[in-house]
């Protein structure tokens, strides 16, 4: 661990343990760590750690700044780590089964990915 933001430098680490471990871990990794990354807990059982910077909607923008897109952009996900594409994307989708905060940020629920697919096609 003391390597990391020094001679370690990751994009994403995840890692898989109980919210017990979590609830101890993330304060000690935000305090000790915390201007090199950023934590999400995707789920009670797994912790993504990634480095500042880096998300899925980050990605996404970048792509779209590469390639020159100039679209309506449509995300769908389900889990914490999805809500930075939510936050960019013009509409943004989850499903019945998805974390609290993913349903929270999404603009429109759908009982499956292929529904929220067919939903963001009729727009």
Known sequence: MQKIGKTILPSVIMTFGSEDIFRRLVPFINKNFGQHVD???????????LAKGVSKGAAVTRILQELQFDTSVCAIGDSANDISMFEIADYAFSVPKASVCAKDKADELYPTVGDCINAFIKK
């Open 39 to 49: 934590t999400i807990e995707t789920s009670s059982r797994t912790l993504e750690i």
